[in-house]
């Protein structure tokens, strides 16, 4: 995938096409990756940011209990806890309490995109290409904060300076992995 600087159609017709809207250049992101994938995302250290990463996070799904996950910072502390048994449910301790996976990443009319509300403010994520982008979507206008990508042996997150001001490193960790994962959403 390379910037272009020019527009881009719109994605599936769910979103509109603005300026804003074109994927930020790659010098734009602090990346993270999900490493060590244990067997799966949902067994996996997450390092990062680049160049001095470290562990930031680890996402702990224990064989004993493999119908639930918990996502831990490198304090120890419970970042968020996911529960997939039957309709899965999530919640992020401090963020949002318990409740169903499909209501917090909710599916738009049309399935091409997912709405995701945090802290009253409404995101969006659509795939672009081999991505999974967050949307900024207030004002009418629309543009990236993040985007996730699978690759051969790790996974992805590169989030925007305003991403990490709102506080949704937490969020887009949680969002990726689940996303990558395999589990049902909905």
Request: glycine fraction near 0%; charged fraction near 25%; charge should be positive.
């Given at each position: 995938w390379g910037y272009s600087g020019t527009p881009a159609p719109s994605i599936f017709g769910a979103l509109p096409v603005h300026a804003n809207f074109l994927?930020?250049?790659?010098?734009?992101?602090?990346?993270?990756?999900?490493?060590g994938l244990n067997p799966n995302v949902l067994n996996a250290s997450v390092v990062g940011p680049s160049p001095h990463s470290h562990t930031a996070f680890r996402i702990?799904?224990?064989?004993?209990?493999?119908?639930?996950?918990?996502?831990?910072?490198?304090?120890?502390?419970?970042?968020?806890?996911a529960d997939w048994e039957g309709h899965a449910i999530v919640e992020m301790p401090g963020l949002f309490p318990r409740q169903p996976l499909r209501n917090w990443l909710r599916l738009s009319s049309d399935r091409s995109s997912r709405y995701m509300?945090?802290?009253g403010v409404q995101y969006i994520w659509a795939p672009v290409d081999q991505y999974i982008c967050l949307y900024y979507t207030q004002s009418g206008m629309s543009h990236i904060l993040a985007r996730v990508s699978a690759l051969s042996t790790s996974i992805s997150i590169e989030l925007t300076q305003q991403a990490i001001q709102y506080g949704l490193l937490e969020v887009c960790i949680l969002s990726a992995s689940v996303f990558l994962s395999g589990q049902s959403i909905d």
């Open positions: 994927p930020t250049r790659p010098s734009e992101f602090v990346a993270y990756h999900i490493v702990i799904t224990d064989p004993a209990q493999p119908m639930r996950t918990i996502w831990r910072d490198s304090h120890r502390r419970t970042v968020a806890i509300n945090v802290r």
